[in-house]
């Protein structure tokens, strides 16, 4: 897997330290693949389950993703990010999801090399911004977010649930 296409790896926007991660797109479901988000997504979300083969492979698969995957100096897999794509009539929207380091390999740089990632992907997909949500109490993203360049939008984050039908 290589960094981004210019080689920069995202260090050298919002910062001059070096970036200790290798940034690429998961192009296949490979059982390190598996394992990774097995170690990563309760990380993320006390409340999801880990993705399955399956569900790993339709992200991959989609034409409205890119899975990228951060890689440490040993090759092992210590984050990730999803970017989605999709057209709208106003032109091409772009959203981060879904971005998680490994605690062992937070403060590193990786978050930075997956974001820049995504943000170049979006440019050449002809995206004009790149949006995302983080959570308040999560400090040092929501830092690295604002130091990358994002900012704050004055908009209101609705999230609609059905409620779920307890069966007999």
Known sequence: MTGR???????GRGGDRPVAATVGEATSVTPELVEAFARLVPQLSSSSPPPTAEELGQIVDSPASVLFVARDG?????????????????GVRAWIEDVVVDGSARGAGAGEALTMAAVDRAEAE????????SRPSREAANRLYQRLGFEARSTNVYRFQRPTVESD
């Open 5 to 11: 296409p210019d080689g920069d790896n995202g260090g």
């Open 74 to 90: 040993d090759g092992r897999i210590v984050g990730s990010l999803t970017l989605a794509l999709f057209r709208v009539p106003t």
């Open 126 to 133: 002809g995206a004009k911004s790149v949006d995302l949500t």
